[in-house]
């Protein structure tokens, strides 16, 4: 789910959180991979070179 502005957020959590979700399994370390596709910035060919790219922030843990 977006927001109105086109950004989103992804709660990642052990247990079911409102909105956008990723369970943890329970595990206490993990890794975040963000993959593209489809993406009008073309990292390879540097078709637009400053274009801006998403970001992974981590807001906080409860």
């Known amino acids: 789910m977006r927001a109105s502005d086109g950004s989103f957020t992804v709660r990642i959590a052990p247990r079911a959180r409102s909105g956008n979700w990723l369970p943890t399994g329970g595990i206490s370390r ?4 963000l993959r593209l596709y489809d993406t009008p910035v073309g990292v390879a060919t540097r078709s637009q070179k400053d274009a801006p790219l998403p970001s992974i922030t981590m807001e906080g843990c409860s």
């Not at 993990?30 to 991979?33: A, F, G, M, P, V």
Request: hydrophobic residues 50%.
């Open 30 to 33: 993990y890794q975040l991979l």
